[in-house]
């Protein structure tokens, strides 16, 4: 049997992977917002789903700026009486491949900033929603660069960022269970993006597949987990 449509927001979602899941989960029958910090390209990208019949909402929101998240949170509110999934998407590569040697002050700065605190920030702002649609789930899009067991040096402020965030969905997860609200992890893969580059191992579309699937095929009582697509990964 089908599964009802749910209303959905997909942080970072004008383009790679936030585009697909957005993509797959409007063919899915599912309401869906997509966010983007840039008006222009947030709004091309809906337009470029109108043209696969696909209809989805935008949302103006830049997840590095606390302003524009509450503003978002606001703007959500008068829209919507409910909201069944928060994905976490939105997240910034300063430097592919640097030594923690190397990195930068600003470039850690900014890179935990977008990758952690706005989804920590955003999950705050939304809970209201959250708890009015539960059971709902809060996934957060990680990266096998971010577990601290199979940690190697290089992308230093990213992966130091991925970790700090499954740190964090592990405290959402033990805070919001008791209000219904599950918080996964997750990893899409090495995929072909702007991100990950050409020489990544999955399409865009098994990309998007494998966060896709946590919605469809992973029951809401699964819980603090760091998930991929062929089981977990070690924190």
């Known amino acids: 049997m089908k599964a009802p449509p749910q209303t959905i927001l997909v942080t970072g979602g004008n383009k790679g ?10 063919r899915l029958g599912h309401h869906i917002i997509l966010s983007a910090r840039s008006e222009k390209r947030g709004r091309e990208a809906v337009a470029t789903l109108a043209k696969e019949n696909l209809k989805v909402e935008f949302l103006l929101l830049d997840t590095a700026d606390e302003a524009s998240i509450q503003a978002a949170a606001r703007d959500l509110t008068k829209r919507l009486k409910v909201l069944h999934v928060l994905i976490n998407n939105a997240a910034i590569l300063p430097t592919w491949a640097g030594s923690i040697l190397n990195v930068k002050a600003d470039e850690l700065r900014d890179t935990f900033i977008t990758n952690t605190l706005g989804p920590i920030l955003l999950t705050q702002a939304l809970l209201p929603l959250l708890e009015a649609g539960k059971p ?27 970790a700090a965030l499954n740190a964090a969905t592990r405290k959402l ?24 580059g050409e020489s990544a191992t999955l399409s865009v579309e098994q ?13 809401h009582s699964l819980t603090n987990s760091f998930l991929e697509a062929n089981g977990e990964i070690p924190w």
Request: aromatic letters at 4%; a positive charge.
């Open 136 to 162: 709902s789930r809060v996934i957060n899009v990680s990266s096998q660069l971010g577990s601290i067991e199979n940690m190697t040096d290089g992308w230093a402020g990213y992966g130091i960022s991925k």
């Open 207 to 219: 990309g998007g597949k494998n966060i896709v699937r946590l919605i469809t095929d992973v029951p």
């Open 173 to 196: 997860a033990e805070a919001l269970q008791p209000r219904g609200i599950s918080v996964n992890a997750a990893s899409p893969g090495w995929v072909r993006t702007d991100m990950g």
């Open 17 to 26: 992977i936030g585009l697909e899941i957005c993509r797959q989960l409007a």
